[in-house]
């Protein structure tokens, strides 16, 4: 298969794109693979049948055995030439993309030559060693089953992360063992790379939506950029099919020529993510919590609205666009709650604050304008039911699930008891 090893770029929810572009192609050449090799299980039963052969042959002398025995020494002997020579010519590009996000798949593409000018390598396996905070299904391996001199191949492994962070990959191996599947010949890359894994987005019920309609979209006041405002910012000279509706009458008469009126864009509204765990607060809550400062992030910035952060250890000021979504997601993919209870202060912010927590505490975040509790289901469409495993809520002490709280109570089933028998239908029983 032929494939152009470029950058990727995804289509988020709601139309948001994110930026993953992949990272440049690492040079294998430098340092040098590791080479190594071992002895499988059924190469070591074959080395002991090899044996027992040898010996019956020394014993009785016969000629069979003796050709029996040569045949075995040649299939290993053809094992390490063929297989070990064909894959110690082997070198490979891996192209990672710079961010994921977590329950979506992250696709690793690999480019695979070899510097032998006559044997190919079979069968081989390239594995990742994945390691940082972040962690991904593992077990994503890329199969491929020929790499012919002078004819580059490309494979592909995908992973689905589980766990927000950065992802890192510092060593890959390629492993074949071809052709017997008596021992197994490995290179080891040392190829350092990592990735940044971004919160889940999740779905916000009506009710998790009210916080961000009860704050508005716009400001009042105009930007000096032209736009489709209300307010007007300057003026120029009249073009064919302008309306008449936009001259300005006094400059014009002023000037001795007509000009008309430009508009000013809104200036777009200055809005907050105030985010605070407690240091009691779990791994599930932790990540409620940066999941939905993620999913406003996005739908504000969709909005055309200037979003910034403001967290235990990170402030990043407002603005507008898709580099400041990308920045602030990134900010929260790596953001680690204070081991400690740290007030975050948002009374000197300008603009509309909403404090994101697991559980509305004021004296955690002082000055926020809204709040909203990431541990009430309520919150979420379908009361959290559809929550990334990483996010749903934990079984709570004694084995109870937090929707048995919300559900219903019901009257205990009482079996009604058997009618008694009569006398005229035990007779006819006997």
């Not at 950065?166 to 040392?190: A, I, Y």
């Not at 000009?259 to 000013?264: E, K, Y």
């Not at 007030?343 to 927590?357: E, K, L, S, T, Y």
Request: proline share 9%; net charge positive; glycine share 10%.
């Amino acid at each position: 298969m032929t494939r152009s090893a470029i950058g990727i770029e995804s289509s988020g929810a709601y139309g948001f794109r994110e930026d993953v572009s992949a990272s440049p192609p690492a040079d294998v050449d430098r340092p040098a693979p590791k080479r190594s090799s071992g002895l499988l299980r059924a190469g070591f039963v074959y080395a002991v049948v090899t044996v027992f052969v040898a010996i019956g042959a020394v014993n009785s002398q016969n000629n069979l055995l003796f050709i029996v025995f040569g045949l075995l020494v040649g299939c290993v002997l053809a094992s390490g030439v063929i297989g070990g020579s064909g894959i110690m010519g082997v070198r490979i590009t891996r192209v990672l993309p710079s961010v994921a996000r977590v329950g979506q798949p992250l696709s690793i593409r690999y480019r695979l030559t070899t510097r032998n000018r006559v044997l190919p390598a079979c069968a081989l396996i390239v594995q990742e060693s994945p390691a940082g905070s972040a962690r991904a299904e593992p077990n994503a391996l890329a199969f491929l089953d020929v790499v012919r001199p002078r004819r580059p191949v490309e494979g592909e492994s995908v992973w689905t992360p589980t766990h927000r962070g950065l992802l890192e990959f510092p060593l890959l191996s390629v492993r074949s063992r071809f052709p017997f599947g008596l021992t197994e010949k490995r290179l080891r890359f040392d190829l350092p790379a990592s990735v940044r894994v971004r919160p889940p987005r999740v779905k916000l019920s009506a009710r998790g939506h009210a916080v961000v309609r009860r704050l508005g979209s716009t400001g009042a006041t105009a930007s000096r950029r032209p736009g489709p405002g209300d307010e007007f910012v300057a003026i120029r000279e009249y073009a064919p099919g302008d309306s008449t509706r936009r001259i300005a009458w006094k400059p014009t008469a002023r000037l001795g020529a007509p000009v008309v009126r430009l508009p000013g864009a809104p200036m777009p509204r200055r809005a907050w993510v105030a985010l605070a765990t407690p240091p009691n607060a779990t791994s599930p809550s932790v990540e409620r919590a940066v999941a939905v400062a993620g999913t406003l992030i996005e739908d504000w910035v969709r909005d055309g609205q200037a979003v910034g952060l403001l967290a235990p250890g990170v402030r990043i000021e407002p603005a507008v666009g898709r580099a400041q979504a990308s920045r602030l997601l990134d900010a929260l993919a790596v953001w680690q709650p204070p081991g400690e209870g740290v007030v975050v202060d948002a009374g000197a912010c300008r603009g509309a604050v909403v404090a994101v927590q697991p559980a509305a505490d004021p004296a955690r975040i002082r000055g926020a304008d809204a709040t909203i509790e990431s541990d009430d289901p309520g919150i979420y469409e379908g009361a959290g039911v559809e929550l990334p495993a990483g996010l749903a809520f934990e079984a709570e002490a004694g084995g109870t699930r937090w929707w048995a709280k919300w559900r219903p109570a019901r009257a205990p089933s009482v079996k009604a008891p058997a009618p008694a028998r009569t006398d005229a239908q035990a007779g006819a029983d006997s």
